[in-house]
């Protein structure tokens, strides 16, 4: 499991750095969504609206902290995370997010933040 873990964390690197393009990719068809000042569920169109045009978030660290599996198709992470965006002051945040596996390929179904 531990290389399918390794395999959940790259795929959430790819939503904190990539563009709309990645989250087209990786988002399964609703995913809920949880961030200070924004509670809801979005399609892969909508998530991909939240990724502004302006800087992508740089100086990722990643900690892990927790997996679960409910199912063999479903993963929830959970880690700590620090990163910069643009000039802006650099943000630390509780993350986790939940995983479906669809057609041998994960999907984001839901992220939440909570700020440190």
């Not at 969504?33 to 569920?41: E, H, L, R, S, T």
């Not at 892990?64 to 479903?74: D, F, N």
Request: a neutral charge; charged letters at 20%.
């Amino acid at each position: 499991m531990a290389h399918e873990d390794d395999l959940l964390y790259e795929i959430e690197r790819g939503f904190w750095t990539g563009g709309p393009e990645y989250y087209f990719a990786n988002a399964d068809q609703s995913c809920l969504v949880c961030f200070p000042g924004m509670v809801k569920a979005l399609d892969p169109a909508g998530l991909a609206g939240t990724v502004k045009d302006g800087p992508r978030w740089h100086d990722l660290r990643i900690v892990p902290k927790a997996t679960v599996r409910p199912t063999p198709q479903v993963a929830v992470i959970a880690y700590e995370a620090s990163a910069q965006r643009g000039n802006d002051a650099p943000y630390r945040a509780a993350v986790s997010s939940g995983y479906v596996e669809r057609g041998g390929k994960w999907k984001l179904a839901w992220h939440q933040q909570t700020p440190l």
